[in-house]
């Protein structure tokens, strides 16, 4: 049973940064892409970041490019997203996905349980 779980999520202040681990358990996880997705309260879920199997090319949603960074270890099996400078509009729950495509933003077939992001202004 596939299992991917997301913690490092909290309250900071604009400006901040936090990072978000996912653990994953279940699956072959270096040969599946992993994805961080987001959504905010009345809107729909969007991308953020993916990163291929091997971990040597990523890809960026254009609004965090610059100011997240999506990174995994694949011994540990864990995804992290690096989040800094932080935004009120960057307040959302934010998921990690898998694929076993390489894929960029769709096609993921395991989803985590999500954790709340809220940046104060």
Known sequence: QVQLVESGGGLVQTGGSLRLSCAASGLYF??????????APGKEREFVASIRG?????????????????????A?????????????????VYFCAASPKATYFEDYHYWGQGTQVTVSS
């Open 30 to 39: 270096s040969a599946h892409t992993m994805g961080w997705f987001r959504q």
């Open 76 to 92: 540990k099996e864990t995804m992290y997203l690096q989040m800094n400078s932080l935004k009120p509009e960057d307040t959302a």
């Open 54 to 74: 091997s971990g040597t090319s990523a890809y960026y949603e254009d609004s965090v490019k610059a100011r997240f960074t999506i990174s995994r270890d694949n």
